[in-house]
């Protein structure tokens, strides 16, 4: 483990110095591809969804390779609200000879605890030459100047689903943390879908760690077409990795205090959803989803 660190840390900040010194030319906001229309067959891919709530309307689209593999998500917002903002991102995913992803650049204008981030290269190591399994990711990023890394340990089960996640950050100059910041289980149903998403925190009383919220998750039986790739498995969670469309989340959270998501969809004769409507937590947000 001692090696592992070691390692983590002289990498990270060789890849800092080599690729965030040109990340401004090669992350340009340059949409010219984001629709591709010479894929291998001629079975339909979601391109773009759209999303409104409260005056508020949030776009993905996607585009893929001639291989039918992700290759770039842009999300960007728009308001009627008065004094909103608005928020853009874009995400390239890039592939090794054996099609897996094995680096994810990420460039956003978003500020989050006062600290603009920029840009963020992520990348993703296998368990073998062979396999798809990952086994640990490395993810550099900038924020006001300032230089921030963190790695994710990856744990699957026999199956080959991934079934804990270990999480490790600290900003430039600081030590590699030992131990994790963080760390999430993850639990399947006989379908493959994500049920369940527990998070553990460290407990300050002890040096172990100890359950900060549960999310459970309910499906329905149709195609779910956001499954696009499992290495969006941490900001997508089930949607990134299940193969039927999420109807309900239920939030465990500290204290016993629980909290019902809901959504509802409209459906196409394949089985695809064409519109959807989300509803909790003081919110409803409407989705429409394009098809090419």
């Known amino acids: 483990m001692q090696n592992f660190f070691s390692l983590l840390f002289f990498s990270l900040l060789f890849f800092a110095v080599v690729l965030l010194c040109g990340c401004q030319k090669e992350l340009s906001l340059d949409r010219s591809n984001t629709r591709n229309t010479t894929l291998s067959d001629s079975s339909e891919l979601l391109t773009k969804t759209i999303s409104i709530e409260d005056g508020t309307t949030a776009t993905t689209e996607f ?18 609200s008065p004094g909103a903002k608005t928020y853009s991102s874009h995400t390239i995913y ?133 499954a696009i790739s499992k290495v969006r498995l941490e900001k997508h969670w089930g949607a990134a990795v299940s193969p039927n469309n999420e109807i309900t989340q239920t939030n465990f959270y500290p204290g016993g205090q629980l909290e019902l998501l809901t959504t509802t969809y409209q459906y196409r004769a394949d089985g695809r959803p064409i519109s959807a409507k989300f509803s909790g937590g003081g919110r409803t947000v409407t989705r429409a989803y394009t098809y090419q």
């Open 63 to 80: 585009a893929y390779d001639t291989t039918r593999q992700l290759t770039r998500e842009y999300y960007h917002t728009t308001s009627t």
């Open 94 to 226: 890039t592939y090794d000879a054996q099609g897996r992803v094995f680096r994810i650049a990420h460039k956003e204008n978003q500020t989050i605890e006062n600290v603009l981030y920029d840009t963020s290269y992520a990348f993703v190591h296998y368990i073998n030459g062979a396999s798809d399994e990952i086994s640990y990711t490395k993810r550099i990023s900038v924020g006001n100047g300032k230089t921030f890394f963190d790695s994710v340990l990856y744990t699957y089960s026999n199956a080959h689903s991934i079934i804990k996640t270990e999480h490790y950050a600290y900003a430039a100059g600081q030590p590699v943390p030992s131990q994790p910041n963080i760390y999430y289980t993850w639990d399947y149903s006989a379908k493959g879908n994500l049920i369940e998403r527990r998070e553990y925190i460290p407990d300050t009383l002890s040096a172990s760690y100890k359950l900060n919220f549960t999310y459970k998750f309910g499906y329905d039986d149709k195609v779910n077409p956001l």
